[in-house]
Nanobody, 121 residues
Framework: QVQLVESGGGLVQAGGSLRLSCADS????????MAWYRQAPGKQRELVAS???????NYADSVKGRFTISRDNAKNTVYLQMSGLKPEDTAVYYC???????????????WGQGTQVTVSS
């Protein structure tokens, strides 16, 4: 059973920094991709950043240059370093992982419970 547990959220002033962590109960190397999504009140969940097993990264335009996603396979943890935070970054941030099952010929998706990030102006 895969469990993703996020931590590191909190309240920060605009311009500040936070680092989110996502710990996987299993080896993150078994995952094809890992990502961070966020959902603000009244808005749809959106992709913030993603990283492949090969360390290729992708970012939403709104966070490019401010956020950095990374992974530590030895610690089974994915990080989201956020700097230059803005009030519009306020949201619940969710960790996501996915893997392809060759035996079942389908892709599996996993989600954490979310961590709140609040940026005050």
């Amino acid at each position: 059973q895969v469990q993703l547990v996020e931590s590191g959220g909190g309240l920060v002033q605009a311009g500040g920094s936070l680092r989110l962590s996502c710990a996987d109960s299993r080896s993150i190397f078994s995952m094809d991709n890992m990502a961070w999504y966020r959902q603000a009140p009244g808005k749809q969940r959106e992709l913030v950043a993603s990283i492949t097993r090969g360390d290729s990264t992708n970012y939403a335009d709104s966070v490019k240059g401010r956020f950095t996603i990374s992974r530590d396979n030895a610690k089974n943890t994915v990080y989201l370093q956020m700097s230059g935070l803005k009030p519009e970054d306020t949201a619940v941030y969710y960790c996501n992982a996915d893997r392809w099952s060759t035996s079942l010929n389908r892709r599996y998706y996993y989600w954490g419970q979310g961590t709140q990030v609040t940026v005050s102006s």
